[in-house]
Structures are given as structure tokens and as C-alpha cells.
């Protein structure tokens, strides 16, 4: 579920959860801008989070922080698991702006 919030807080929220995850994983998180809208905050997984399922689990709770999240699993070595949380915003016009586009 969306929650109206500034572009400024939306920022301020997805450095924070970017900052946990980091904490967590010993990885920094990416932030990006979506095309359609949004912030998208995304860690690639290590071999820790493998080994250790307590660890994996702990992610979940500042993924849990965005608007919605997910992950991305391969058994192939090139391309590496990841795991990512959306962050939504009102944009100028008042709408809400997601990864699918305005409601």
C-alpha cells in the first residue's frame, strides 16, 4: 500500500533504508529513479545471506520499510541474486506516482 509522502521524504527514507541494509549486508544499496515514478533501492546478495538464513530474514524488515518489495534468485553464478524495495512519492501534480505508472 502507497503512502503519500514528498519526493524529499521519499529520498530521506530510501537513504535510510539503504543505510540499514548496508549495516545488515555489508553492501551498499543502489537507489535509482524510476522511469515511471518512484524510488527503487536494490543489494546484491552475498554468500552470506546464503549461509546464514537469520541474516537473510533480517533483511526483510527495511525491505518491509518501502512501499512494496521483492527479490530476483538465479542458481547462475553470472547473474546474482538481489533483493529491492520500491519507494513511492506524490509527485507535482498531486497524483501518486508508481513502478506501474500514475494511478
Same mark, same amino acid.
Given at each position: ?11 530521506? %527514507? ?6 540499514? &541494509?548496508?549495516?545488515?549486508? #555489508?553492501? /551498499?544499496? @543502489? ?25 537473510? %530474514? ?6 518491509? &520499510?518501502?512501499?512494496?518489495? #521483492?527479490? /530476483?534468485? @538465479? ?29
Amino acid at each position: 500500500m502507497s503512502t503519500a509522502r514528498s519526493y524529499e521524504d521519499a529520498r530521506a %527514507l530510501a537513504r535510510e533504508i539503504a543505510d540499514r &541494509m548496508e549495516w545488515l549486508l #555489508g553492501r /551498499r544499496p @543502489s537507489i535509482t529513479w524510476l522511469e515511471q515514478g518512484g524510488l527503487h533501492v536494490s543489494v546484491k546478495l552475498g554468500p552470506a545471506t546464503a549461509r546464514d538464513p537469520v541474516l537473510g %530474514l533480517k533483511a526483510l524488515d527495511p525491505l518491509n &520499510m518501502g512501499d512494496r518489495f #521483492g527479490h /530476483r534468485c @538465479s542458481d547462475l553464478p553470472e547473474r546474482p541474486n538481489y533483493v529491492w524495495t520500491q519507494v513511492d512519492f506524490v509527485g507535482p501534480s498531486g497524483s501518486t506516482e508508481t513502478e506501474e505508472g500514475t494511478l
